[in-house]
C-alpha cells in the first residue's frame, strides 16, 4: 500500500525478532505509546 | 454415551473447554438422560465435566497469565480489525468482571476466551477457580438436568439442537466465506501496486550508518503495545496497520520507509 502511494518502502525480514537476534538496539515503548487495558489486580 | 460412556463424557469436555468444535449440550444432554436411564453414574456425570472444564480453563488460564496480552493478540487475529477486538474484548470482560464466568460458557466462542483474558488481566488465581467451578456447575448442570428430566423427549430436543447447530453452521460458514473474501479482496487490492522488497536487518543499519537521514523504521505491529516493559527498534516510530491509509500521509516521502512487526 504503501509504494503504492509512492513511498520507497522495504519490508524488514524476520521483523523485531530478527533485530532481537542480531542484537541491534532496542527501545523501551515510550510510556505515552503504550494502551494500558483494564486488569483485576 | 452408551458406547463411550463416562470417558467419552470427560474428553468432550476436556476438548470443548479447550476450544475445539465439539458439540458440548448435546453430549451433556445424553449424559443426563443416562443418569436418569441408570447407564451413567450420576455423581460421575457432574464430577467428570466439571473436572475435565477445570482442567482445560486452567491450563488457558495460566497460558493468558504466561503470555499476557499475545493469547488474545492471538485469538484476536482473524478479526477484521485485531486492535478493536483486543481493546473491546478486554474492556467488555473488565466490565462484567467476574460474573462473565458465570454465563461465558453458555456462548461458544466467548467460552474458550473467557479463561485466557481472565489470566491477561491478572484476576486472582482464588477468584478465578470460584467463578469458573461455579459457571461450569451452571452449565453442565442446566443441560444435564433437562437430559435428565426429558429424557424421553430427548430425541426431539436432539433434534432440534442439531437443528440450530446445522443452521448456526450455515451462518458461520457464510461469515468465515465473507471473511476469506474480504482478505482476497484486500489481497488483490493491495497487489496491484508494486510488492515492497524485503531487506535483511543488516541492511537496514548499514543503511542508516550511511546515511541516517535518510531512512525511517516504522512500526507496524497490529498489537503489541499493551505491556509496559515492550520493546520496539530503536529509534522507530508506531503506526497502527489497521489505520494505515490515513496515517501514510504522516510519513516522510523524502525518506525510505523500513517496515517491520513482530
Known amino acids: 500500500m504503501l509504494r503504492v502511494r509512492g513511498f520507497e518502502a522495504y519490508v524488514m525480514l524476520g521483523g523485531l525478532r530478527a533485530w532481537q537476534k542480531a542484537r541491534y538496539p532496542t527501545e523501551l515503548i515510550p510510556s505515552d ?6 486488569r483485576f489486580n | 454415551m452408551t458406547q463411550y460412556g463416562h470417558h467419552g463424557l470427560f474428553v468432550a469436555s476436556l476438548l470443548e473447554s479447550l476450544g475445539f468444535p465439539i458439540p458440548g449440550a448435546v453430549v451433556l444432554l445424553a449424559a443426563g438422560a443416562g443418569a436418569a436411564l441408570g447407564v451413567m453414574n450420576p455423581a460421575l456425570v457432574i464430577a467428570l465435566p466439571v473436572t475435565a472444564m477445570l482442567i482445560g480453563d486452567t491450563l488457558l488460564y495460566f497460558a493468558g497469565r504466561r503470555t499476557g496480552w499475545t493469547l488474545l493478540g492471538f485469538l484476536c487475529r482473524v478479526s477484521l480489525n485485531p486492535e478493536t477486538c483486543i481493546l473491546r474484548a478486554a474492556r467488555s470482560f473488565y466490565k462484567r468482571g467476574h460474573t462473565a464466568l458465570l454465563v461465558a460458557k453458555f456462548f461458544p466462542g466467548i467460552n474458550t476466551m473467557a479463561p485466557p483474558l481472565a489470566g491477561s488481566m491478572n ?3 482464588r477468584d478465578f ?7 461450569a456447575l451452571i452449565y453442565i448442570g442446566s443441560y444435564e438436568a433437562i437430559g435428565f428430566l426429558f429424557h424421553g423427549v430427548l430425541q426431539q430436543i436432539i433434534h432440534v439442537l442439531q437443528d440450530f447447530g446445522k443452521a448456526a453452521g450455515w451462518v458461520v460458514a457464510a461469515g468465515f466465506a465473507a471473511y476469506l473474501g474480504y482478505r482476497v479482496w ?7 501496486g508494486t510488492t515492497a522488497p524485503h531487506v535483511r536487518p543488516l541492511e537496514v543499519v548499514e543503511r542508516l550508518q550511511r546515511e541516517p537521514d535518510a531512512a525511517l523504521i516504522v512500526d507496524v505491529r497490529s498489537h503489541g503495545y499493551y505491556d509496559p516493559d515492550a520493546q520496539r527498534i530503536r529509534g522507530s516510530v508506531r503506526l497502527e496497520p489497521n489505520n494505515l491509509e490515513a496515517l501514510a500521509e504522516t510519513l516522510p516521502r523524502d525518506k525510505s520507509i523500513y517496515v517491520y512487526c513482530t
Not at chain 2, 477457580?129 to 459457571?135: H, P, Q, V, W
Not at chain 2, 484486500?186 to 496491484?192: P, T
Open chain 1, 33 to 38: 505509546d503504550v494502551v494500558l487495558l483494564p
Open chain 2, 123 to 125: 484476576m486472582r488465581p
Open chain 2, 129 to 135: 477457580f470460584r467463578f469458573d467451578i461455579a459457571g
Open chain 2, 186 to 192: 484486500n489481497f488483490v487490492r493491495n497487489r496491484k
